[in-house]
């Protein structure tokens, strides 16, 4: 008697190659996410520099007057 391995539904071969377009999609999603939150973080601590706040007046204390 021979004995037969069980087949697979589908060729493991054939899900390798269905899988491999949308991780290859992720890597690419995750570099173009990681680099705008990147562009973000830069652009938010040009926004928290002061540079570009105004100047505001201080008003003077009771001490003083």
């Given at each position: 008697?021979?004995?037969?391995?069980?087949?697979?539904?589908?060729?493991?071969?054939?899900?390798?190659?269905?899988?491999?377009?949308?991780?290859?999609?992720?890597?690419?999603?995750?570099?173009?996410?990681?680099?705008w939150v990147?562009?973000?973080?830069?652009?938010?601590?040009?926004?928290?520099?002061?540079?570009?706040?105004?100047?505001?007046?201080?008003?003077?204390?009771?001490?003083?007057?």
């Amino acid at each position: 008697m021979t004995e037969q391995t069980p087949q697979a539904p589908i060729p493991t071969e054939l899900l390798l190659s269905l899988a491999t377009g949308p991780v290859l999609l992720g890597i690419l999603s995750m570099q173009a996410i990681g680099s705008w939150v990147q562009m973000a973080g830069v652009a938010s601590e040009e926004i928290f520099r002061g540079d570009r706040l105004p100047v505001l007046p201080f008003p003077d204390s009771e001490m003083d007057r």
